[in-house]
């Protein structure tokens, strides 16, 4: 069965093929900005990327080229060398290592190439040369270049953004865009190229246009035009990418190659916690390792994030992690007990339900239907083979969760009460009874978590 995903352009279930001759499935997805830890939302999409990269590896063996880009030079990696008074080169480096070490954690298979937007800046000077040349950018007085929407017809089929949004000063053209200049023609054109501004320091490179550096979306279409090619098969990320970034991405590749950028687009949906956005105001926006200092498992983490279909919002919250970590034991249990010779496959259909639309929950009813059933008779290799395309990787004993004393919890309770009774100086006194206790206690909007103190 190919893999039938829906297709954000022309919002549509189409199969995946490769389109080149040379039979390689063609394969991009937008990586992160290396100026902090990577939260849980942000690896709900690169974890569904990894699975359909697994899917892909075993629908076309050895033929699959998968690029994933890494953002180190932009406003925000340039803010934060500023404000820590370090090199970008040294920040971006320990946050390009964190990353790594947290997709590992997650069993979510290294990009054949890797690009970096400092590592591509001739490529990406060569881009905006050639815009401009046809004429699709315009340079402006402080050394900026732009691209120039009006000059692409196709812009806004990807997102289906109306042409009376792009007017100069809407939500959509201004909102997203207001940090690059006021020099633009028009509100909804986009800095190919930025002029050099005192808050960016060393950080500049020589261009025909003066010193400068690169606009954030220009840099996924020259690294993907150089290690995938003019037209790839497959771009995929997360739906806040989908406007402005992809639909950029699309106008400045197309204009500049003249031909199809991307034949199919694939959008994960975002990822709430405790039924709301990530916001650190709401105490909500969580790291891999503030989970796993919770005592929670990397394995427990991936499961609970496949646990809803990639194209819907999944409302995460830390009840999930043990029942993922359960799940995750019946399992290791299966694995065990399976013998060789067994030749059924009651698996399949799991296989079947992913490559469907990527549907993770379908195929996890149909996996641990077949669990109920028992192991007799079961190929080993069938249920290795749906393990390997969910990325659950059963060797390593997951992590039990730490359970919380009920000394803690009843602690907690009270400050809660002195809190919600404006109590200030006995709700100080609790936290500190808790804190003494070697836990945490950290206070949302609506409730609270406890966590072991980091020591």
């Known amino acids: 069965m190919p893999i039938r995903l829906f297709d954000s352009l022309s919002r549509d279930y189409r199969e995946l093929h490769p389109a080149q001759p040379d039979g390689v499935f063609r394969f991009y997805n937008c990586g992160p900005t290396v100026y902090a830890p990577a939260h849980i939302g942000n690896f709900r999409t690169f974890v569904v990327n990894d699975l359909l990269r697994r899917l892909l590896e075993l629908e076309f063996p050895d033929k699959v080229k998968h690029v994933r880009n890494l953002t180190d030079v932009d406003d925000k990696t340039i803010r934060r060398a500023r404000e820590e008074s370090r090199p970008l080169a040294e920040v971006t480096k320990q946050w390009t290592d964190k990353f790594h070490a947290d997709c590992a954690a997650l069993n979510c298979l290294s990009p054949h190439v890797e690009p970096t937007a400092t590592g591509h800046i001739p490529e990406q000077i060569d881009m905006i040369a050639a815009l401009e040349r046809r004429g699709h950018a315009y340079r402006t007085d402080d050394g900026s270049v732009y691209f120039k929407v009006s000059s692409f017809d196709g812009y806004g089929a990807l997102s289906r953004v109306k042409e009376r949004e792009l007017r100069v000063g809407s939500a959509l053209a201004g909102k997203p865009q207001t940090h690059d200049a006021d020099e633009k023609e028009d509100g909804s054109d986009f800095a190919l190229w930025k002029g050099h501004k005192p808050d960016d320091g ?148 799991a296989l079947a339900a992913l490559q469907d639309d990527l549907n993770t929950p379908h195929a996890l009813g149909i996996v641990f239907t077949a669990l109920h059933a028992g192991p007799t008779g079961v190929a080993p290799a069938a249920f290795d083979r749906v393990l390997f395309a969910l990325g659950l990787d059963l060797t390593e004993p997951a992590k039990p969760a730490t359970a919380t004393p009920p000394e803690v919890t009843d602690l907690a309770e009270q400050r809660w009460a002195a809190k919600a009774a404006k109590n200030w100086a006995e709700a100080d006194r609790l936290r500190g009874a808790i804190a003494a206790l070697g836990w945490s206690m950290l206070d949302r909007k609506d409730g609270y978590a406890l966590e072991p103190a980091k020591k």
Not at 215 to 237: F, N, Q, R, V
Not at 260 to 267: E, K, S
């Open 202 to 349: 060393d950080t500049f490179w020589p261009s025909p246009w003066g010193q400068g550096r690169p606009g954030w979306h220009i840099e996924c279409s020259a690294m993907s035009k150089k290690h995938l090619g003019d037209t790839i098969d497959l771009h995929t990320g997360g739906v806040d990418l989908l406007f402005p970034h992809h639909e950029n991405e699309i106008a400045q590749s197309q204009c500049c190659n003249g031909t199809l950028f991307a034949h199919h687009w694939y959008h994960s949906e975002h990822l709430l916690v405790d039924g709301k956005k990530m916001s650190k105001s709401l105490g909500n926006l969580y790291t891999l390792d503030q989970l796993k200092e919770m005592g929670h498992s990397p394995a427990a983490l991936r499961y609970a994030l496949l646990a809803g279909h990639p194209r819907k919002q999944l409302n995460f919250t830390l009840e999930a992690l043990p029942a993922a970590e359960k799940a995750l034991a019946q399992l290791r249990a299966f694995r065990a007990a399976l013998t060789p010779g067994g030749n059924s496959d009651p698996f399949a259909p």
